[in-house]
């Protein structure tokens, strides 16, 4: 399969803001529905967000929702996440996947990357 790779994390103040980007070598994904999702230390991998094929429809965690921004440039096969007014409880390793009409993550044709890192302290 195919590995996602995320970039973008890093340190940032609470109320900063970070984008971050998921693509994939060697595949497209521009007919697939992707998210992202987040794993705190200690907890357990939670949806963040997604976005349909097209773009044109996405779904938001209550706990992100107005705060962050998912969007996809297909020509780039690239989705990112804009993260404005960042909480310290934001802070996780941040991954993307293809996901399903349920919002969770399924595997169609690409494994789980490393993640990206994301610090949110003052």
């Known amino acids: 399969q195919v590995q996602l790779v995320e970039s973008g994390g890093g340190l940032v103040q609470p109320g900063g803001s970070l984008r971050l980007s998921c693509t994939a070598s060697?595949?497209?994904?521009?007919?697939?529905?992707m998210g992202w999702f987040r794993q705190a230390p200690g907890k357990e991998r939670e949806f963040v967000a997604d976005i349909k094929w097209s773009g044109r429809t996405t779904y938001y965690a209550d706990s992100v929702k107005g705060r962050f921004t998912i969007s996809r440039d297909n020509a780039k096969n690239t989705v990112y996440l804009q993260m404005n007014s960042l909480k310290p409880e934001d802070t996780a390793i941040y991954y993307c996947k293809e996901v399903a009409p349920n919002h969770r993550p399924v595997n169609v044709f690409a494994s789980w990357g490393q993640g990206t890192q994301v610090t949110v302290s003052s």
């Open positions: 060697g595949r497209t994904f521009s007919s697939y529905d």
